[in-house]
C-alpha cells in the first residue's frame, strides 16, 4: 500500500537523553491509516505529531474499543537502529482485534508501516546507556453512532516516545503489593487482549498501591483471588530453589514477548522453568522458609526488574536482601545486549532498520 508522507515543516529540537523518563515526549511524525467494513484499510499517511480530531459519538469515547501495542527502537554501538521481535507485536495485536472485534492488519502491511515509520523517525532513537525509543502502535473504532456493535470503521495509529526506564527505581529493586481486592481480569474476559480498558480497571488498585509507597500491583487470578496473575505492566518469574516458576497463560494475563524471551533464555541456560499455577499461599511459604531467592518482573517498557519486597495483607517480605539477584542480573544483561547489538543474537530476533 502507498503511504503518504508530508513531513513536519519544523523540525522538534531532541531532548537531552539523562531527561527522559517514560512515555512524556513525542517525535516530529505520526502513522496513521483508517478502516472501513467495505474498503478495509485504506489512507496510509505519515503526517506531523498533531492532536486527533474524532467525532464526540466516536465508538472508542463510549465503549472503549481500543487496543495497543509497546514495542522498541534500540540504537546498536555502530549507530544503527533495531527492533526487537516486532512480528510478535504485529501477531498479538491481531490476537487482541480479534477478541475485541477491531480489524486485523495483514502481517506484512503491519511490518511494511511500522519499519517505514521507524525509518523516517530514527534520528529520534537515543544512544545513552538504557535509552530507546518506544513505540506505541494503537487501534480505535471510530463509528460516528451510538449503537453497540462490531466497529465498522476504524483508525490504526502509530507514535513513538524517546524513553529512559519505566520505573523511577531503573534497574534496582521495585516494592510491588499484592491485590487481594480488586482483580484485573477473568478466564473468558479481556485479560489476553492488550486493550486499554484493562488499565483503566487497574487504577484504583495501582492508585491505593501507591499511597503506601508500591510501584505497582501483583494480581491475583479473578475467581479464587488464589493464584498469582501478573503486574500492572509486566509478567513475573520467580526463584523458588531452583525452579524458575511463572504464571501460566490462562487467559487472563498478557502473554508477554519478554516473557517468553526470557523462558527460552533460562532453558537455553538450563534452568528448569515451570508455566504453572502458583498460589499465594505457595509463594508465601517460600518467602517464609527461604526458598524464594529471586522475584523479578519483565515487559518491554520495565525491561527485566528486580522484586525487592512484596507486601501481602500489611506483611511486608523482603526479597534477596532488597537486591538484584544473579539470574535476574544474567536476564537483563542477556536480554538488553541482544536489544542493543552488544551482544550477538542468536536467536534471529532483532530486526534492522
Ligand atoms: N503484562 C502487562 C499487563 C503489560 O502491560 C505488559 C507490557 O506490555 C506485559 C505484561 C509485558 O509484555 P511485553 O513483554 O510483551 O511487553
Ligand atoms: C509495555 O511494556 O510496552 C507496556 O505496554 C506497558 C505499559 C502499559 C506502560
Not at 39 to 53: D, H, M, Q, T
Not at 107 to 122: K, N, P, S
Not at 340 to 350: F, H, P, Q, V
Request: net charge negative; aromatic share 10%.
Amino acid at each position: 500500500m502507498e503511504i503518504k508522507i508530508t513531513k513536519a515543516p519544523v523540525l522538534k529540537e531532541k531532548p537531552d537523553s539523562s531527561t527522559l523518563g517514560f512515555g512524556k515526549i513525542f517525535t516530529d511524525h505520526m502513522f496513521m491509516m483508517d478502516w472501513n467494513s467495505e474498503k478495509g484499510w485504506y489512507n496510509a499517511r505519515i503526517v506531523p505529531f498533531e492532536n486527533l480530531s474524532i467525532h464526540p459519538a466516536s465508538t472508542v469515547l463510549h465503549y472503549g474499543s481500543e487496543i495497543f501495542e509497546g514495542l522498541k527502537a534500540y540504537r546498536r554501538a555502530d549507530g544503527k537502529v533495531q527492533l526487537f521481535r516486532p512480528i510478535e507485536n504485529i501477531r498479538r495485536m491481531n490476537n487482541s482485534a480479534e477478541r475485541l472485534c477491531l480489524p486485523q492488519i495483514p502481517e506484512d502491511l503491519a511490518m511494511e508501516v511500522l519499519t517505514t515509520f521507524v525509518d523516517l523517525e530514527q534520528d529520534w532513537t537515543p544512544s545513552a546507556e538504557g535509552t530507546s525509543l518506544y513505540l506505541r502502535p494503537f487501534m480505535f473504532g471510530n463509528d460516528e453512532s451510538l449503537g453497540v456493535h462490531a466497529v465498522h470503521n476504524a483508525t490504526y495509529v502509530i507514535i513513538a516516545s524517546p524513553v529512559g526506564s519505566y520505573y523511577k527505581e531503573g534497574i534496582n529493586p521495585v516494592k510491588i503489593m499484592i491485590e487481594d481486592e480488586d482483580v484485573r481480569a477473568v478466564r473468558g474476559g479481556t485479560g489476553y487482549a492488550k486493550c486499554g480498558g484493562n488499565y483503566a480497571a487497574s487504577n484504583r488498585a495501582g492508585e491505593r498501591a501507591a499511597q503506601k509507597g508500591y510501584a505497582q500491583v501483583l494480581w491475583l487470578d479473578g475467581v479464587e483471588r488464589k493464584y498469582i496473575e501478573e503486574v500492572g505492566a509486566m509478567n513475573v518469574m520467580f526463584k523458588i530453589g531452583d525452579e524458575i516458576v511463572t504464571p501460566m497463560l490462562s487467559g487472563s494475563i498478557l502473554p508477554g514477548i519478554t516473557r517468553k524471551s526470557c523462558i527460552e533464555v533460562l532453558k537455553d541456560k538450563g534452568f528448569k522453568v515451570s508455566e504453572r499455577l502458583l498460589s499465594v499461599d505457595e509463594l508465601g511459604e517460600a518467602l517464609q522458609n527461604g526458598t524464594l531467592k529471586e522475584a523479578w518482573g519483565c515487559g518491554t517498557a520495565a525491561v527485566v526488574s528486580p522484586i525487592g519486597e512484596l507486601c501481602y495483607k500489611d506483611v511486608k517480605y523482603t526479597i534477596n536482601n532488597g537486591e538484584i539477584g544473579e539470574t535476574t542480573q544474567m536476564l537483563y544483561d542477556t536480554l538488553t545486549g541482544i536489544q542493543w547489538g552488544k551482544i550477538e543474537d542468536t536467536y534471529g530476533w532483532t530486526k534492522e532498520i
